[in-house]
C-alpha cells in the first residue's frame, strides 16, 4: 500500500499547496511514483502550477490530479508510492476525512496569532471529533518573516500543544513565489538560503512519517 501525506489548513493561503509540491518533488526526486491530490476544485493551483512545470520541461516529473471528493483521490492512491493530498480551505468534512487517511497529516501555518490559532483549533477538532491521532498531526512554519523573536515566540506558543512542530521552516521569499511562478517548487530554487530551509524542513516531514509508520 501507498503513503498518504495529507496538507490541510483550515485558512487559504499559508502556503498547503506550496508545501505539498515541495513534499511530492522531493519524494520524485529520489525516484518514488508520486501523485498530489489536488483537492481545491475551486482554484486547483497544483494542477496549473504542472502545466508551468511541463511546459518548462521541469524535472523530476510528478503528476497532479484534481478530485472532486477525497474517495476518488484515495480510489487510485495504491497506484503510487505516494499520495500527496493537496487540501482546500474551508472544506471540513473532507479535511476531516484526509486527517482520518493519512499516514501523516501537515498542518501548514503563518506565525501570527491569527494563524497559529486555527492551526491549533482545527488540531483538536481533527482529534477529537474525528479520532486522527496526535502524533500523525505535524505543524509546518511557513511564510515565515525575517524576526527570530516572532519564530521564537510562535514555536513556544505551539510548545504548549500536544502536536509535533518540525524543524525548520519556509520563508516568506519573493524567489520563492517566482520559483513556483516558474513551474519549480521551493526545493528546487536556486537561492540557497531559502532552498535549504524548505529543504530541511521537507526533511523534517520525511522523518516524521517514517517514526509514524514504524
Ligand atoms: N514561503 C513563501 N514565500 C513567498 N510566497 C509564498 C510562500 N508560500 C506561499 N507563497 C505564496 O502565497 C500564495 C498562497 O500559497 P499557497 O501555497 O498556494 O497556499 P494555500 O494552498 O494554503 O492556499 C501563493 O501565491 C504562493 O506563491
Ligand atoms: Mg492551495
Not at 518573516?145 to 525548520?168: F, K, N
Amino acid at each position: 500500500m501507498g503513503y498518504i501525506i495529507g496538507v490541510v489548513s483550515q485558512k487559504g493561503g499559508v502556503g498547503k499547496s506550496t508545501v505539498a509540491r515541495a513534499i511530492a518533488t522531493t519524494y520524485a526526486a529520489a525516484d518514488w511514483n508520486v501523485k498530489i491530490g489536488d483537492l481545491d476544485i475551486n482554484q486547483s493551483t497544483s494542477f496549473t502550477w504542472l502545466q508551468r512545470r511541463l511546459g518548462r520541461g521541469v524535472e523530476p516529473v510528478v503528476a497532479v490530479e484534481t478530485f472532486g471528493t477525497v474517495g476518488q483521490a484515495l480510489k487510485i492512491a495504491d497506484a503510487y508510492d505516494l499520495m500527496v493530498l493537496d487540501g482546500a480551505p474551508h472544506a471540513t468534512r473532507a479535511t476531516a476525512e484526509i486527517g482520518q487517511k493519512s499516514h501523516l497529516l501537515v498542518l501548514p501555518s503563518g506565525l501570527s496569532l491569527d494563524d497559529l490559532e486555527p492551526t491549533v483549533i482545527l488540531a483538536n477538532t481533527l482529534v477529537s471529533e474525528h479520532g486522527v491521532p496526535v502524533e500523525r498531526i505535524a505543524i509546518a512554519l511557513s511564510r515565515v518573516g525575517d524576526s527570530p523573536r516572532e519564530l521564537e515566540e510562535a514555536r513556544a506558543y505551539l510548545e504548549a500543544t500536544p502536536y509535533h512542530v518540525l524543524d525548520s521552516q519556509i520563508p516568506e521569499k519573493t524567489a520563492l513565489r517566482r520559483a513556483q511562478d516558474g513551474g519549480l517548487s521551493v526545493v528546487e530554487t536556486p537561492y540557497k538560503g531559502p532552498r535549504e530551509q524548505a529543504d530541511r524542513l521537507i526533511q523534517a516531514i520525511i522523518d516524521r512519517l517514517e517514526s509514524v509508520t514504524n
